[in-house]
């Protein structure tokens, strides 16, 4: 396989593992199962609750940076920095 | 000081900065009109791509929304962040290493037509002239709270308003202005919700007085306290209130974060930075600066909430009277955005559930935010900072959603298509009339708007959603996808959502122009109009996978394009300014 491609099957990893994480910070824990989660309380927060008015911005915003972290770990291993 | 006075000071003071900083860097080439040179770092452009993001909707209209809706309110805030996860992955980073200035241009490029850019012209003005009627409520309400006047009338004023800044500047004026902009409006939404949550919590931390118990001593958490008050009134639960089921709040979710990522004002912001690795980087810093208000939104709208029912209907024992009202509800009576009947002649305000016995018979949920530090009882020049603030949010998104139009009538169909060899000003001129127009169509439609402020949005969110974010992801991750399917797929989307959001809303959003009204409301699996754009999105991706395997691969130099964008290496250098 040649150096492009492997570098891009490497970077839609990386890129399907954050989504993973996006999908259940927000559509999971905050929607489908937050009346579950409701049940254990953070506070006065309910959990599920948390979740989709406060956890599931916070894990966004860790999630881009550790993209971004990563992505151009992976720009330098292949060879395709930019200059 | 008188509250006029001081609200003419404090909104006068923060334009002129504006103005200030539009005359000292002002556009002087089209590539500085439309992206501003790109040379700006990273925390710089995020600061300023945030600006750009949080509209009237999110300032104005988003805390009121939650107010009503409680825990249903959630899909616009993580809608609205969540998006951004998508555009730093799977968007940002390529369509900069392919470096040019519109959205329309890449999708004529890549799919090696000049029908599929006009056809994304079209789907682009759509959604960017839906989002300017959001922008416009949101600018009316400010503006006939601050003058006392008329709501009608606010938004003439607004219009008018938008017109000189707007037309006025180009992106680069706007990119630093925009950097002023955010930090006025940040600052403006946290002072309040920083003095109303000491006040109820003695928690100066917004995100974390919202999870605390009650500084009157009772020890009860607010989130329970505001529960169990709307539930004497009959209200539902603030904190279970889902937002008509669980399916309906899935979809409008993803169809709020898909279309962050189809929006192109917000996408044409990550062409403005020096390399790939710094459209990842302001992605990120962009995120930073929304989730500041984003996170502080649900206490101001819980918090908000709780100190309306406190000061007219605290139990359903107690009412206020109404010729005791308080000065803020008489202003905004004269608006006529907030309407008391005494239906059983007792001369007291009963604010309950029931439509039959509630008297405030209008409460516009985009006054919200703006009477709420009244509401409070805080100091006048906190009020007048709160305008200042939401009229920063509005002016800077409007701006650039009015660039975003004049550019993909300009620079892609006329200098692109049908007048090449336009000269520099007069693509400039004509770029300024198209922006005129904008306002004028979307001024007139937000008399009337189809929402609040962040539900009309939340319908442009939907448009850019079915037809623009589909196309984009499948130019970058599908070397197969060739003109046929995306324009099949484009058109299926939009005009599958347009069917369902006009056939609610009227044509264009004109409520005399419904159709097909015995279908009932929400028929299509209880999905409201606002959240229909992850169905039409879905179609987008259906339609234009079948039809990609009936035609033509694209042909080789347009799949060899794919791979060059999909590297960061040997990407076009920036261009200085």
Redesign the interface.
Known sequence: MSK?AS??RA?LRL?FG??VV?FLA??MF???F??TL?GIR?????LG??F???G???S??A???Y??WR??QL?HEF????? | MELKTLTYLVVGATFALYIGIAVWARAKTTSDFYVAGKGIPPVLNGMATAADWMSAASFIGMAGLIAFYGYGGSVFLMGWTGGYVLLAMLLAPYLRKYGKFTVPEFIGDRYYSNSARILAVICLIIASVTYVIGQMKGIGVAFSRFLEVEYANGLYIGMGVVFIYAVLGGMKGITYTQIAQYCVLIFAYTVPAVFISLHLTGNPIPQLGLGSTMSDGSGVYLLDKLDSTLKGLGFPAYTTNTRISTLNMVVYTMSLMIGTAGLPHVIMRFFTVPRVRDARASAAWALVFIATLYTVAPAVGAMARMNLMDTIQPSAETSLSYAERPQWFKNWEKTGLLKFEDKNGDGKIQYVADKEKNEMVKVDRDIMVLANPEIAQLPNWVVALVVAGGLAAALSTAAGLLLAIASSISHDLLKGIFMPHISEKSELMYSRVSMAGAIAVAGYLGIHPPDFAAGTVALAFGLAASSIFPALMMGIFSKKMNKEGAMAGMLAGIGITLFYVFQHKGIFFIADWKYLEGMGTNWFLGIEPNAFGAIGAVFNFAVAFVVVRFTDAPPEHIQHMVEEIRIPAGGTEAVEH
């Open positions: 492009h570098y891009w970077n890129v954050c989504l996006w927000s559509f905050g929607i489908i937050a009346e409701n953070l506070g006065g927060y309910k609750f948390w989709s008015q406060q599931s911005i916070y966004f915003v999630l881009t940076f993209y971004a992505a151009n720009d060879g395709v920095r930019e200059k």
